[in-house]
């Protein structure tokens, strides 16, 4: 929930700034020059969105100003506030890989040197920026499919989110050496605070669903109201806004967790707009893009997952559900007792015999 420490695009560049600063040791002698910043693209001759563009560009002129990586004290890894030239606007939020927690990086107490899995079932240390770019790469605008060079938003809101490598003393670095991180860039936005500070009963029905649809799809192992921004458009309309993906595309759905199942909103059908997004979606098409996009050795695992959970989706729009009913069935009551798709799994893995194919798996599944 690193944005919504900050619950508005401008800051005050007085001497609590300045002392934060200190705080995160990430002073720097402009003089030097001692930074680097580039975007980490699959294809460097590519045309990539104009937005996109100006993202990178106003955060390193950020950086080039003297202008330091603020670290957030909200959750488990290191993220920062990235600010512009100005200095008086937040632009974007960093999060480095080797900060995430159980990584050897972690400012936060969580660092390890040993770890694999992450802090959720099924993720993995380090795995996190990934994740985080996956989401916004899956979440497609409406009508139409997600481009590496679109500018659209899309259906479920998720900010703009591409990898970086920036080098940068205002990082962490226990050993003393500065060193280039790659991470997560993702565009800051301007929000009231999260659903955390709000009453559930606020939130319009469509905002919840579209959520709701993100989480699923993604088997999202971290969906609570501290990672969803809330904010208001130009008409006043509440907009919920999410963010911190790096818990989804697991492995499993043992630590599938929605806290919108306990909101009301997830009671209610979906509308006939929302159906019509969830059948235009194919997973195929999804995967492909992701591996186009730099994610070449997506896990077998994940890949079941988010295949399942896609199948999980449009079946349960076919019969009329809503997303409770089909979010109920990806999460446990309790730690120990499985939840109704993994139960499904289970049989259908008992009962395949060796050398079964995957589509032939995935079938049975169905069934």
């Given at each position: 929930?690193?944005?919504s420490?900050a619950t508005?695009?401008?800051?005050?560049?007085?001497?609590?700034?300045?002392?934060?600063?200190?705080?995160?040791?990430s002073?720097?002698?402009?003089?030097?020059?001692n930074?680097?910043?580039?975007?980490?693209?699959?294809?460097?001759?590519?045309?990539?969105?104009?937005?996109l563009?100006?993202?990178?560009?106003?955060?390193?002129e950020?950086l080039?100003?003297?202008?330091?990586?603020?670290?957030?004290?909200?959750?488990?890894?290191?993220?920062?506030?990235?600010?512009?030239?100005?200095?008086?606007?937040?632009v974007?939020?960093?999060?480095?890989?080797?900060?995430?927690?159980?990584?050897?990086?972690?400012?936060?107490?969580?660092?390890?040197?040993v770890?694999?899995?992450?802090?959720?079932?099924?993720?993995?240390?380090?795995?996190?920026?990934?994740?985080?770019?996956?989401?916004?790469?899956?979440?497609h605008?409406?009508?139409?499919?997600?481009?590496?060079?679109?500018?659209r938003?899309?259906?479920?809101?998720?900010?703009?989110?591409?990898?970086?490598?920036?080098?940068?003393?205002?990082f962490?670095?226990?050993?003393?050496?500065?060193?280039e991180?790659?991470?997560?860039?993702?565009?800051?936005m301007?929000?009231?605070?999260?659903?955390?500070?709000?009453?559930?009963?606020?939130?319009?029905?469509?905002?919840?669903?579209?959520?709701?649809?993100?989480?699923?799809?993604?088997?999202?192992?971290?969906?609570?109201?501290?990672?969803?921004?809330m904010?208001?458009?130009?008409?006043?309309?509440?907009?919920?806004?999410?963010?911190?993906?790096?818990?989804?595309?697991?492995?499993?759905?043992?630590?599938?967790?929605?806290?919108?199942?306990?909101?009301?909103?997830?009671?209610?059908?979906?509308?006939?707009?929302?159906?019509?997004?969830?059948?235009?979606?194919?997973?195929?098409?999804?995967?492909?893009l992701?591996k186009?996009?730099?994610?070449?050795?997506?896990p077998?695992e994940c890949?079941?997952?988010?295949?399942?959970?896609?199948?999980?989706?449009k079946k349960?729009?076919?019969?009329?559900?809503?997303?409770?009913?089909?979010?109920?069935?990806?999460?446990?009551?309790?730690?120990?007792?499985?939840?109704?798709?993994?139960?499904?799994?289970?049989?259908?893995?008992?009962?395949?015999?060796?050398?079964?194919?995957?589509?032939?798996?995935?079938?049975?599944?169905?069934r």
């Open positions: 929930m690193e944005q420490k508005s695009s401008s800051r005050n560049p007085g001497k609590s700034t300045t002392d934060k600063y200190e705080e995160t040791g002073s720097i002698d402009a003089s030097k020059r930074l680097l910043f580039k975007p980490v693209t699959v294809n460097p001759e590519g045309t990539i969105p104009s937005v563009s100006d993202l990178f560009k106003s955060t390193e950020g080039r100003k003297g202008n330091n990586p603020i670290r957030s004290d909200e959750g488990t890894g290191g993220a920062y506030l990235m600010l512009d030239a100005s200095g008086t606007t937040y974007s939020v960093f999060k480095p890989t080797d900060e995430e927690p159980r990584a050897v990086n972690n400012p936060k107490g969580y660092a390890s040197s770890a694999v899995e992450g802090l959720r079932k099924g993720t993995t240390v380090g795995g996190g920026a990934l994740r985080e770019v996956a989401a916004y790469l899956l979440d605008p409406i009508g139409e499919r997600r481009s590496l060079a679109g500018e938003e899309g259906f479920s809101g998720v900010p703009l989110t591409f990898m970086a490598t920036i080098l940068h003393k205002g962490n670095h226990p050993d003393g050496v500065i060193k991180k790659t991470g997560s860039l993702q565009m800051f301007k929000n009231d605070g999260s659903c955390e500070d709000f009453g559930n009963s606020t939130f319009p029905v469509e905002e919840v669903h579209k959520i709701a649809v993100l989480d699923i799809r993604l088997a999202n192992t971290d969906r609570h109201g501290g990672n969803i921004l904010s208001k458009d130009k008409d006043g309309k509440v907009v919920l806004i999410p963010i911190d993906h790096g818990y989804s595309l697991p492995t499993s759905f043992e630590d599938c967790t929605f806290e919108w199942l306990y909101w009301p909103q997830a009671r209610k059908p979906f509308s006939p707009e929302t159906i019509d997004y969830i059948k235009s979606l194919d997973v195929d098409e999804d995967i492909d992701l186009l996009s730099g994610w070449t050795n997506l077998s890949a079941r997952t988010f295949r399942i959970s896609a199948m999980l989706l349960g729009v076919e019969k009329g559900l809503t997303p409770f009913a089909i979010g109920n069935m990806m999460c446990r009551e309790n730690i120990e007792k499985q939840s109704v798709i993994e139960k499904i799994i289970q049989k259908v893995e008992d009962a395949m015999p060796p050398g079964t194919s995957e589509a032939e798996f995935l079938e049975a599944v169905e």
